[in-house]
């Protein structure tokens, strides 16, 4: 069983950066797919990033491609999402993810342990 705790979640305004991290506990991290995913308010929850076990592949919803990297530190147990260039339409709360796989997935369906999720508000 692997619990994930995210945080790194806050206030920000618009053009700012914040950096998520994902701990995970209770498995073996570095076998895990890890994804980042979120949900405004009145909205689905929706893909944002997945990365691989190995980080050798990582993929990104075309909103948030090229100012959203995901990583993972596997020696630290610990996934991230360095989020710049924030906007206001990026405002949800953020859950990481994970899935003893090496295949990424954008559907959430897919992924069996999820965190309790961190607050993301972007101010413009």
């Known amino acids: 069983q692997v619990q994930l705790v995210e945080s790194g979640g806050g206030l920000v305004q618009a053009g700012g950066s914040l950096r998520l991290s994902c701990a995970a506990s209770?498995?073996?991290?570095?076998?895990?797919?890890m994804g980042w995913f979120r949900q405004a308010p009145g909205k689905e929850r929706e893909f944002v990033a997945a990365?691989?076990?190995?980080?050798?592949?990582?993929y990104y919803e075309a909103s948030v491609k090229g100012r959203f990297t995901i990583s993972r530190d596997n020696a630290k147990n610990t996934a991230y999402l360095q989020m710049n260039s924030l906007k206001p339409e990026d405002t949800a709360m953020y859950y990481c993810?994970?899935?003893?796989?090496?295949?990424?997935?954008?559907?959430?369906?897919?992924?069996?342990?999820w965190g309790q999720g961190t607050q993301v508000t972007v101010s413009s």
């Open positions: 993810a994970a899935d003893l796989t090496d295949n990424w997935s954008r559907f959430s369906s897919d992924y069996r342990y």
């Open positions: 990365m691989t076990w190995s980080g050798g592949f990582t």
């Open positions: 209770g498995g073996t991290f570095s076998r895990y797919a």
